[in-house]
């Protein structure tokens, strides 16, 4: 049964360490972009959201877990696919408000088959 409870900024009763949690800036509604990066290839592959929760799971299980801001709830990457990304490593930026999940992906990280979702729609540059 998928947790749908709300994600929200740090809270009291947040299993995220304490420190970590502090260095975070989210959005309003207690979000923090994650970029997954192939971790061997600096292949760029998606971008997806966490909150405190989210960070957390990712951190202690080696499963890139997001929050679906669509359907108000956790998903581990893979589960239901079977495209699943290990974690190598995860990396906070320089503003606090982005992080680097480097990660082994297996399979297709875009849902919709693609290697990435940046392969689809490139667009044009200028003369």
């Given amino acids: 049964m998928p947790d749908t409870a ?20 989210r ?3 207690g979000l923090v972009p994650a970029i ?22 990712t951190l202690t299980t080696g499963r890139c877990t997001y929050w679906s801001r669509s359907r108000g709830e956790y998903w581990v990457k ?3 696919s079977g495209h699943v990304q290990h ?6 930026d320089c503003d606090g408000d982005t992080l680097l999940v480097k990660v082994d992906q297996t399979g297709a ?3 919709t ?7 689809a729609d490139p667009l044009p540059l200028g003369p």
């Fill in 36 to 57: 997954a990066q192939q971790y061997d290839t600096g292949e760029v592959l998606m971008l997806g959201w966490m909150d405190d929760e989210a960070l957390h799971r």
């Fill in 87 to 92: 974690v190598k490593s995860v990396a906070l």
């Fill in 27 to 29: 959005t309003a509604d």
């Fill in 109 to 111: 990280a875009c849902h």
């Fill in 6 to 25: 709300a994600p929200s900024p740090a809270s009291p009763s947040s299993p995220l360490d304490p420190a970590v949690a502090a260095r975070l800036k």
């Fill in 78 to 80: 893979g589960d239901t």
């Fill in 113 to 119: 088959g693609d290697r990435t979702c940046f392969d």
